[in-house]
């Protein structure tokens, strides 16, 4: 079992950057999966990037690839994202979320397919 707690959101003018960070508690974060979704009012969940245990994989949501970069510190148990180019539509809470599994298992991006997630951080872009 894992737990996550997100940092680093807050509020930023457009073409802004921020840094959010997710610290795990335990010893064996390196056997999660990883990603980063996000929730802004009235919408859906939606998936922002994921990192493979290693940290050689990754995969992002086309709304933020260029722009977002997904990284992991295993020493350090925790999950960073980069996001760098903000616009106001990035303004949502961001979440972290892990999953265990098969390293043969491609990383997904269904919010489903995660089981252990994070509180929370709000991040606000303004125009």
């Known amino acids: 079992q894992v737990q996550l707690v997100e940092s680093g959101g807050g509020l930023v003018q457009a073409g802004g950057s921020l840094r959010l960070s997710c610290a795990a508690s335990?010893?064996?974060?390196?056997?999660?999966?990883m990603a980063w979704f996000r929730q802004a009012p009235g919408k859906e969940r939606e998936f922002v990037a994921a990192i493979s245990r290693s940290g050689l994989r990754t995969k992002y949501a086309d709304s933020v690839k260029g722009r977002f970069t997904i990284s992991r510190d295993n020493a350090k148990n925790t999950l960073y994202l980069q996001m760098d180019g903000l616009k106001p539509e990035d303004t949502a809470a961001y979440y972290c979320?892990?999953?265990?599994?098969?390293?043969?298992?491609?990383?997904?991006?269904?919010?489903?397919?995660?089981?252990?997630w994070g509180q929370g951080t709000q991040v606000t872009v303004s125009s």
């Open positions: 335990g010893r064996t974060f390196s056997t999660y999966d």
């Open positions: 979320a892990a999953v265990s599994r098969s390293s043969l298992v491609p990383l997904t991006t269904d919010a489903l397919g995660y089981n252990y």
